[in-house]
């Protein structure tokens, strides 16, 4: 084969035979808008559903939206049965927990997920291991777990997100704390992708502040990490059998991502301003919305690598607005953290599109000094207004942690592949040594 011409972004760029030439696309059906989630019990019909699993955590359960979708789900002659103990950033143990639940309850004919990224992912295990055999550790990514494809395809899932910010409800990930390892990994197969998206606004309005701004910069980061991935053809070719969901960046991740981060530049503040600002509200899920359309397809790279260690291997950081007596670093909190410190490494290997991000979020922000410190400034602005920590001091870490979330971040491969630029160990400490106080 000879050298083609593809386009990448607003670019064409000529490529050898060696390269990628082609980018997949994949996205759940979405039904978005207010009382969007008074539709489901119809929807689950067209799936032909007799029997459903409705899986939540106890703080969204207390709230009444996951009764009061399965009450509209019994409508349509559904059974409904409900697993409210999902473990927020859930743990190996805890996706046990919802499996053996699933696996004791069932059979089920679909699954439907009311709840942030936790909910959701969990869902996702408990779907994957009653339509398939094993268990968890066998289809953990490696080097962590077994790596292992599902075999069987998996029943209707609908994710209904009630926080803005995972995008679990669009990727085929599912991601968890593997607890005797201390490292946070994460499922990754085209099969977990959910069938549909119903995304309600009025569900998110209870956030608290705290984790309207952690799951805040998830979105963010979701959009500026899929737009700065590497592009789609610097990857050698694949054969179809080893395409992934993470293809790099490409023209139609890119337009997602850019839409995201323009509704984010004043619904991210203003929602954290005041959580009952329904149209940033709505703005909000919007972005978290079309950044994981974007993301669960380009991929992310090093802040969402590092956040797996620094959200692993948590010590006693307690984060306002969020439930429990654990120790825990919000998944979003935990990303945020690094970002600027990656994005400042990142930049030279696409000067252009690091601008791009820095000027849809802060279109008058002025910076006199180097360009590849635009859009750090960008983010720690913004992280300073939303109230997030200043640093991986602030939730717990020195600098003689560093080697050992870099150890974390080594396994993280799956991810770091999609770095437009490849860090080495050196280079991946210098972003955790920078990152330690922000300002």
């Known amino acids: 084969m000879s ?8 670019e064409v760029v000529t490529v050898s035979p060696e ?11 979405l039904k978005y808008g207010t009382g969007a989630s008074e539709e489901i019990g119809y929807d689950l019909t067209q799936y032909g559903a007799r029997r459903v699993l409705v899986v939540t955590d106890p703080v969204v359960a207390a709230t009444g939206w996951p009764e ?3 009450e509209g789900i019994r409508g349509y002659g559904i059974v409904t049965e409900t697993f409210d103990g999902v473990h927020v ?7 046990r927990k919802a499996v053996d639940f699933a696996r004791g309850s069932g059979p089920y004919d679909a699954f439907v997920a009311v709840g942030g990224g936790s909910s959701i992912d969990t869902a996702k295990a408990a779907n994957l291991l009653t339509s398939n055999d094993g268990e968890l550790m066998d289809y953990v990514n490696a080097p962590v777990g077994g790596g292992r ?7 209707p899932l609908v994710a209904v997100p009630t926080t803005t910010g995972t995008g679990s409800e669009s990727t085929a990930v599912c ?3 593997v607890l005797s390892l201390r490292v946070k990994s994460g499922i990754s197969h085209l099969r977990l992708r959910p069938s549909l998206a119903v995304v309600d606004p009025r569900l998110t309005i209870s956030q608290p502040a705290g984790v309207t701004a952690a799951s805040g910069m998830d979105i963010l980061c979701h959009a500026a990490e899929s737009y700065t991935a590497k592009p789609y053809t610097e990857f050698e070719r694949k054969r179809p059998e080893q395409r992934v969901p993470y293809c790099g960046s490409n023209p139609l991740a890119d337009m997602f991502a850019e839409k995201s981060l323009q509704l984010l530049s004043w619904a991210l503040p203003a929602a954290a301003r005041d959580g009952k600002d329904l149209a940033a509200r709505e703005a909000m899920a919007l972005a978290a919305t079309f950044a994981g359309l974007g993301f669960g397809n380009a991929g992310v790279h090093i802040p969402h690598a590092n956040a797996y260690p620094i959200a692993g291997q948590v010590r006693d950081f307690h984060p306002a607005g969020y439930p429990g007596e654990e120790a825990m670093v919000p998944h979003g909190m935990a990303v945020a953290l690094t970002a600027p410190a990656a994005f400042r490494f990142t930049f030279p290997a696409s000067p252009d599109r690091h601008l791009r991000v820095a000027r849809l979020l802060a279109p008058d922000f002025e910076w006199p000094g180097d360009l590849a410190d635009h859009l750090p400034a960008v983010l720690t602005t913004l992280m300073r207004e939303t109230g997030l920590p200043a640093g991986l001091d602030a939730v717990g870490y020195t ?3 560093v080697d050992s979330l870099v150890a974390g971040t080594l396994k993280q491969q799956r991810l770091l592949a999609t770095a ?20």
């Open 175 to 177: 991601v968890l704390d």
């Open 420 to 439: 437009p630029r490849s860090p080495s160990e050196e280079d991946l400490a210098d972003i955790l040594r920078a990152s330690v106080s922000l300002w």
């Open 68 to 70: 009061r979708i399965a």
């Open 3 to 10: 050298a083609l011409p593809v386009r990448c972004g607003s």
């Open 399 to 401: 600098e003689s942690d």
């Open 149 to 155: 494809a599902p075999a069987n395809p998996l029943k």
């Open 89 to 95: 950033e859930p743990t190996d143990i805890s996706m």
């Open 19 to 29: 390269h990628e030439t082609i980018f997949t696309y994949g996205a759940p059906a």
